[in-house]
């Protein structure tokens, strides 16, 4: 995430330093640096984009499979203690 965010913050900046060399000022370079730098972001950090996206849908698939291991761990206790209770 971290590589992914520094990356669309030089695009950013770089963007930035663009405008004001062709003559943008106050608002109007912010804004042009924000659209501009938005735009190519989305083709150009698409690689990094998804590499982020599969560590985070791998994290939430092995929470889910501790989440799920838990469950059953706790249902077979549950199990055995109600089946040591009914004897």
Known sequence: MARYTVLRLLMFL???CLG???G???IWLVVVAALGSMAVSFFVL????EEF???VA???EQRQARASERRSDEQV???E????AHA
Do not use: N, T
């Open 24 to 26: 943008l000022r106050e």
């Open 14 to 16: 770089g963007f930035i």
């Open 77 to 79: 206790e549950d199990d």
């Open 81 to 84: 203690d109600g089946g040591a």
């Open 53 to 55: 996206s599969r560590k």
């Open 20 to 22: 004001y060399l062709i």
């Open 58 to 60: 791998a994290r939430v």
């Open 46 to 49: 698409a690689g990094p984009r």
